[in-house]
C-alpha cells in the first residue's frame, strides 16, 4: 500500500485526496489548523483516509504533496520529509503570493527556491496545470465535477489528456509518471525544475488547462512558452 502525504488540504489537496483514494492509494491529510479541523473530510473520503498534524502526515508518507504557494517563510517538516518525493503544485501568482524577483528574472523558478526550502526531498512540480474545481461554464453535469476527475481516462482512451512533470532526479518523474497514469493521465516529462518556467501561469500549455490538452498538444504548447526573462 502506499500513502501519499498531502500537506494542505484545500481545494487542490481535498480533490487530489478524492482521486488518489479511488485509484487505491492511502491518503493522510494536513492542513496548519490541525487534524480534528479534516475529520469530516476525512470521514467523507473513507477508511484508505485519515488526518494527522503536517509533521505526522509528512512521516507516515511514501511521497507528498505540498498543496499550498510557496512562502520563503514557511517552516516545513523537513526532517519528516528526507528522502521523499514532493509533489509541488503550485503556481506562481504575484497579486496572491508578492513578487519573488529571481523568478520574475527568469533566473529561478519558484519550484526550485521550494527545493533549496527542502534540500532532503526531492521536489517535483507537477498537477499544477488541471483545475482542482468545477468548469466554470457548465456545458453538461461532468462540467461540475473538479477537472481532475472530469478529465481523467482510462490508458489507451482516444480522449486522453496529459499533464507536465519537472524534477532534477529521474526516479521521481517515474514515480510522477505512475501517479498519473493511476489518476487518468498520460505524462510529459518537463525536466529539469529549471525548465518548469514552460508550464507557469500564462504561458500556452497553462491557458489550455480548463479542458486540457494530448502528450502531442502539451509537448507543442510547452516549445512554444516565452522564457520570463525575455519580457525584460
Ligand atoms: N485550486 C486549483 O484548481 C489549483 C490548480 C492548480 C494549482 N493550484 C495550486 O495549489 C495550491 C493550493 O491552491 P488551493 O486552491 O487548493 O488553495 P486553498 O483552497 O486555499 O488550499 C490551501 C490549503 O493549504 C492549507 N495550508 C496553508 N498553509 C499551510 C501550511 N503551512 N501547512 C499546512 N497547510 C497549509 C490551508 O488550510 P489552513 O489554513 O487550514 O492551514 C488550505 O486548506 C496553490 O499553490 C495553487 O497555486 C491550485
Not at 467523507?44 to 483516509?49: F, H, M, P
Not at 496572491?96 to 532532503?120: A, I, Y
Not at 483545475?131 to 476527475?149: G, I, K, N, S, Y
Request: hydrophobic residues 40%.
Amino acid at each position: 500500500m502506499t500513502t501519499l502525504g498531502i500537506l494542505g488540504a484545500g481545494q487542490a489537496g481535498s480533490t487530489l485526496a478524492r482521486a488518489a483514494v479511488a485509484a487505491g492509494y492511502d491518503v493522510v491529510l494536513a492542513n496548519s489548523r490541525g487534524p480534528e479541523t479534516l475529520v469530516e473530510i476525512s470521514c467523507q473520503l473513507g477508511s484508505r483516509a485519515s488526518a494527522a498534524s503536517v509533521e505526522d502526515a509528512a512521516a507516515a508518507a511514501d511521497f507528498a504533496f505540498i498543496g499550498f504557494p510557496y512562502t520563503p517563510s514557511h517552516r516545513l517538516p523537513d526532517d519528516e520529509l528526507a528522502g521523499k518525493v514532493v509533489i509541488d503544485n503550485n503556481n506562481y501568482m504575484v497579486w496572491r503570493d508578492g513578487n519573488f524577483p529571481v523568478v520574475d528574472s527568469g533566473l529561478k523558478t519558484v519550484h526550485e527556491l521550494r527545493q533549496e526550502q527542502l534540500p532532503r526531498s526531492t521536489i517535483v512540480k507537477a498537477f499544477s496545470h488541471v483545475q482542482f474545481h468545477a468548469r466554470f461554464e457548465v456545458r453538461t453535469p461532468r462540467d461540475r465535477e473538479p477537472a481532475l476527475l472530469r478529465l481523467a481516462r482510462p490508458a489507451g482512451a482516444p480522449d486522453r489528456k496529459a499533464l507536465v512533470v519537472s524534477s532534477d532526479d529521474l526516479a521521481a518523474v517515474e514515480l510522477v509518471t505512475r501517479f498519473y497514469d493511476d489518476l487518468g493521465y498520460d505524462a510529459v516529462d518537463n525536466s529539469p525544475l529549471s525548465e518548469s518556467w514552460r508550464s507557469a501561469p500564462g504561458t500556452p500549455m497553462w491557458r489550455r488547462s480548463i479542458d486540457g490538452q494530448n502528450r502531442e498538444e502539451l509537448i507543442r504548447n510547452l516549445e512554444r512558452a516565452a522564457h520570463p526573462g525575455a519580457h525584460g
